[in-house]
Every structure is written in C-alpha cells, then in structure tokens.
T-cell receptor, first 114, second 115 residues
C-alpha cells in the first residue's frame, strides 16, 4: 500500500528566508506525487505535481520540488518565503494504476515570522 | 470558472443526530470525491464517484455514512447517526477524469462538530 510521511509537524521561518518541507513516500514503483497547500478556512490548492521526466518540478507561487528516487523523497522548496505563505502543506502520492487513489501525508504547518 | 461549492460551511450537532452535506463540483467534472480530514491529519478518501456511479467506497463507514450523486452532478454525504469521532472537516473535490494523475480541485469544506 502507498503511504506518505511528512516528518515535520510544524516549521517556523523568517520572512525572506529559504524553505524546505520534507516528504517521503512509499510505493512499489515511481508514483505520481503532489504538493497541496491549505490556508485557514479554505480548501486545498495544488502547488505542483510530478509524473515523470525532469525531476525538478516548478509550481505556482514560486515553489519547486525535487523528486529523488534513491531517497523516495519529494521535498518542497522556496528560495524566499513571504508572510502569505503561512499555511498547512500536504504532500500526496497516487499510484499509476487507473484505480489508484490519492493518499495524503499528515501535513506540515508553516509559520512565517516578520 | 466557479470552483467546487460546499454547504454548509459549519455544522454543530449532538451525537446520534443525523447531518447532510452538499457539494456542487466544477462544471463538466465527471469525477467527484468526498474526503474526511480529522484535526491534525491529512484528508482521507471516503468515496469516489464517476458520473453517478461509485468507483471506490472502501473506506466509507457504510453502517452510518451514505452518499449519492444523482444525475451525475451535485452530491450529498449523510451521516446517521453521528458519533463523536465524526468531528472533522468534510472536503469535496472534483476532477475532469478519474485518472490518478488528474488534478483534484477542492471545495472549502464543511467543519462538523459532534457534541
């Protein structure tokens, strides 16, 4: 069965500092990988997704993520964090079969200090 | 383009009462999902519809939860009777096609509190 681990429950960074959120997945082959962001009182919004090809994926709002097969990781990065980036971030994995569903991690809450 | 609509946004009920949530997906999206998000956890899929047919309801507690998607557009999720552990945010999402690679678009959710 597929699974996702987000080891950091809560991260605090200063505005303007760089950010890296960790995500490790478990799946028998190369999966589809996603990062979603959830702001308070709002639904989840897709930041980026990886299917195949280039292992560095660019997303919206200046985010990027790198797929590393050898480490089973898909970490999310941003070079300079803005106060508006404060939110909960979820990594998710889906298998490549037609019946595969999306499995989410437990999330990382990002706090940005001014 | 209008997003996924859900109502109500908040609901407070007592245990053993019943409750229903409504979802209207993005126009043209054939696939609709209901997720349960318990505080401190990621969303967990409850049920997936393709048009008005059920694709996956393996994690739906069928003794108390039911869902329907008549006419293949909007959907309702019902809990009867509710238990304390049903307190959660219920998210509806939709996608154009049922492929696992397709982007799912989420509504704002309904926050349910069971007292």
């Amino acid at each position: 069965a597929q699974s996702v681990t987000q080891p950091d429950i809560h991260i605090t960074v200063s505005e303007g500092a760089s950010l890296e959120l960790r995500c490790n997945y478990s799946y028998g082959a190369t999966p589809y990988l996603f990062w979603y962001v959830q702001s308070p009182g709002q639904g989840l919004q897709l930041l980026l997704k990886y299917f195949s090809g280039d292992t560095l994926v660019q997303g919206i709002k200046g985010f990027e993520a790198e797929f590393k097969r050898s480490q089973s990781s898909f970490n999310l990065r941003k070079p300079s964090v803005h106060w508006s980036d404060a939110a909960e971030y979820f990594c998710a994995v889906a298998g490549t079969g037609t019946a595969s569903k999306l499995t989410f991690g437990t999330g990382t809450r990002l706090q940005v200090t001014l | 383009e209008a997003g996924v609509a859900q109502s109500p946004r908040y609901k407070i009920i007592e245990k053993r009462q019943s409750v229903a949530f409504w979802c209207n997906p993005i126009s043209g999206h054939a696939t609709l999902y209901w997720y349960q998000q318990i505080l401190g956890q990621g969303p967990k899929l409850l049920i997936q519809f393709q048009n008005n047919g059920v694709v996956d309801d393996s994690q739906l507690p069928k003794d108390r939860f039911s869902a329907e998607r008549l006419k293949g557009v909007d959907s309702t999720l019902k809990i009867q009777p509710a238990k304390l552990e049903d307190s959660a945010v219920y998210l509806c999402a939709s996608s154009l096609v049922p492929r696992s690679s397709d982007t799912q678009y989420f509504g704002p959710g309904t926050r349910l509190t069971v007292l």
